[in-house]
């Protein structure tokens, strides 16, 4: 009798058939990329326990953004710093929660890339039970001498070897680039590996999806409002009609306009009409998205400029973002070169 099995790729097998195409890589890659998945499997065990043992709720403590941390935001934060810190891959790394820089300690190997990561993105919405996730985003070091600096973390986004983030969904994914189309991949629980379920993401050219925090309308733009505003008017787009969802929490709301396409945005908003700011972190949130979104063929601007086109000048620095497929990222573009 003959009996077919599937034919089922790791994440391990995947990484080791893309190092093979590249006679120059030195393994380096490689161990960030098994730690990444590493870590996440362990983030998922806590994820996915959280309502059954006493690791719910913030730990009393502020972090750098001024928000309370959620002790699942603490445990995160630790996994990935164990998990990198000793691999001698890395110069240094930078974290959503962290306030400065964070240097790999004296007793363990530097290595060429800087790693940026917001550990648990999402976290206000633990306790609901809502999907989470944790991104990351690596460049090569920039700067002379073995020590990483800000000024390594600090790069443009077009300038990252790879990026990705996990979603703690329904299922567990894990979707990354490295420059050469985005991957997914899903975690079997009962043999604990992530296996490659999207090959090739690519994001439809345009989609019916529109993705915000309506609650802000009365704080954006003028250009931001018209496009919203467009997106709704009835007679505005003969033949399509633009439906809104919007989860709240970043990895989950990207996720989806990423497989269906569409926009999903957070302007900057005028609360305060001296000090205009977006929300989203450029290191832990715009750039990494970004990266993936344009190798999956899409597009993200912060209404001015590529996200991927900008320098950043803080570690810790917030932008707007409008992410999605072309169409729609475009369009919003326009509105706002033309409204402000
Ligand atoms: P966090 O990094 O503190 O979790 O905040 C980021 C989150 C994103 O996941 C999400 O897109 C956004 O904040 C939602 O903000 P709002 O609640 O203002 O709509
Ligand atoms: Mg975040």
């Excluded at 691999?87 to 962290?98: F, K, N, Q, R």
């Excluded at 009962?190 to 999806?209: A, K, M, Q």
């Excluded at 996720?255 to 832990?284: A, E, N, Q, S, W």
């Excluded at 970004?290 to 320098?311: K, R």
Aim: aromatic share 10%.
């Amino acid at each position: 009798m003959h009996v077919t099995t599937p034919n089922l790729i790791t994440i391990e097998r995947h990484i080791l058939d893309q190092e093979r195409q590249n006679p120059e890589a030195t393994g380096q890659f490689t161990r960030l990329l098994y730690q990444l998945a590493y870590a996440s499997k362990v983030i998922n065990r806590e994820v996915r326990r959280a309502g059954l043992i006493d690791i719910l709720g913030t730990t009393g403590d502020v972090n750098v953004q001024g928000e309370a941390v959620q002790k699942l935001d603490a445990i995160a934060q630790e996994t990935f710093f164990n998990a990198f810190d000793h691999i001698g891959v890395l110069c240094c790394m930078t974290s959503e929660e962290v306030e400065d820089i964070i240097n790999i300690p004296a007793q363990f190997d530097l290595g060429k890339y800087t790693l940026a990561f917001d550990p648990l993105d999402g976290s206000s919405n633990i306790a609901a039970n809502v999907n989470i996730g944790t991104i990351f985003s690596v460049h090569r070091k920039i700067t002379p001498g073995r020590d990483g600096r800000a000024e390594d973390l600090l790069q443009p986004g077009r300038r990252q070897v790879m990026a990705g983030y996990v979603m703690y969904g329904s299922s567990t994914m894990l979707v990354y680039t490295t420059g050469k189309g985005v991957y997914g991949f899903t975690l079997e629980p009962s043999i604990g590996e992530f296996l490659l379920s999207h090959p090739d993401i690519r994001v439809p050219e345009h989609g019916n999806v529109f993705s915000c925090n309506m609650g802000n309308y009365g704080h954006w733009s003028e250009g931001t409002r018209k496009y919203v505003d467009n997106l709704i008017a009835p007679d505005a787009h003969p033949g399509q009609t633009y439906t809104s969802r919007y989860i709240g929490s970043l990895v989950a709301d990207f996720h989806r306009t990423l497989l269906y396409g569409g926009i999903f945005m957070y302007p900057v908003d005028y609360k305060d009409p001296k000090k205009p700011k977006g929300k989203l972190r450029m290191l832990y949130e715009a750039s990494p998205m970004s990266f993936i979104m344009e190798q999956a063929g899409g597009a993200a601007t912060n209404g001015i400029e590529p996200i991927l086109d900008v320098q950043p000048k803080g570690l810790h620095e917030r932008t707007a973002l409008f992410i999605g497929s072309r169409q729609e990222v475009t369009e919003a573009g326009e509105f706002i070169r033309q409204f402000g």
